[in-house]
């Protein structure tokens, strides 16, 4: 692995940084921007002297991204050393990274609010107002999670052209801006 170049730094650094606004570590981040900018395949040596970590956090932050489903192992032909490699087409993985989300916390927190109502009727010091919100909340999970599952099965195409036409769908739905 050669040096980085002024632009993959810059790249590199703020995904890290972004990534830790996003709840992900930074150098798990990092690592996915490395390998997401990368035209080859790079093993944990290349990316220890690239981004100047530790080699045991580059095996722990790949574990994560492979658990993520973004990075796979992959194997270079003449070198016994496991190399890694990113999803390279962005839309599907967002898809993944949406998979994820919805599974680690989407879907968590929908079952606590099921939770919630289901003990709600069972206790009678639960005021009407918090049963309200809670189904209210229930409501907007239901709605939400029904959408994201039809628009996750949409062609890469299908799912631009919506995303490019928001303007004009929220006009069509005649909704205020």
């Known amino acids: 692995m050669t040096s980085l170049s002024p632009v993959q730094q810059k790249f590199i650094l703020h995904w890290g940084e972004m990534g830790t606004r996003w709840g992900i570590n930074r150098t798990v981040a990092q690592i996915h921007a490395l390998l997401f900018i990368s035209e080859k395949p790079l093993n ?23 658990g993520w489903g973004i990075v796979k192992r992959v194997h270079v032909l003449g070198d016994s050393r496991d190399h890694f490699e990113c999803m390279k087409d962005v839309w599907e993985m967002f898809r993944v990274v949406m998979d994820e989300r919805k599974k680690r916390e989407f879907d968590p927190t929908e079952r606590l609010i099921r939770e919630c109502i289901a003990e709600a009727g069972k206790v009678p010091e639960t005021d009407k107002y918090t049963i309200q919100k809670l189904r209210e909340l229930a409501e907007f999970f239901d709605a939400t999670s029904a959408w994201y599952g039809q628009v996750r099965q949409w062609s890469t195409g299908a799912l631009t052209k919506f995303i490019k036409a928001g303007d004009k769908i929220r006009k069509f739905l005649s909704v205020g801006g």
């Not at 944990?44 to 492979?66: I, P, T």
Request: glycine share 4%; charged share 20%; proline share 0%.
């Open 44 to 66: 944990a040596e290349d990316l220890v002297q690239a981004l100047g970590v530790a080699r045991s956090n580059v095996s722990s932050s790949l574990k994560e991204l492979q």
